[in-house]
């Protein structure tokens, strides 16, 4: 059964910084792509961040939407089955739920979400 636990969300300042991880299990994590999807209240789900398997011993590839490009880093530990999103510089309008998601861009499946306030 695969199963994605996030952890590390809270609430912030603007301007501060959060590192979100997820622990995966049920399914071969160092084969699949992996992303970040968060759902700001009101709205419907954003794609935020995805990460490809290594290719050819290289690195993975990494993807994120405009608004948090600069500011966010998506990583992965094959060793630990972990996913990683480092945001820095948050913005009120970061506020949402984060999920993590197996595949690409919404992924096939989702963890159940952490919250993520950004607020003075």
């Known amino acids: 059964e695969v199963q994605l636990v996030e952890s590390g969300g809270g609430l912030v300042q603007p301007g501060g910084s959060l590192r979100l991880s997820c622990a995966a299990s049920?399914?071969?994590?160092?084969?699949?792509?992996m992303s970040w999807v968060r759902q700001a209240p009101g709205k419907g789900l954003e794609w935020v961040s995805t990460i490809s398997t290594s290719v050819g011993g290289g690195g993975s590839g990494r993807y994120y939407e405009d608004s948090v490009k600069g500011r966010f880093t998506i990583s992965r530990d094959n060793a630990k089955n972990t996913l990683h999103l480092q945001m820095n510089n948050l913005k009120p309008e970061d506020t949402a739920v984060y999920y993590c998601a197996k595949g690409w861009g919404l992924g096939d499946r989702r963890g159940q979400g952490i919250q993520v306030t950004v607020s003075s």
């Open positions: 049920g399914f071969m994590f160092s084969t699949e792509s």
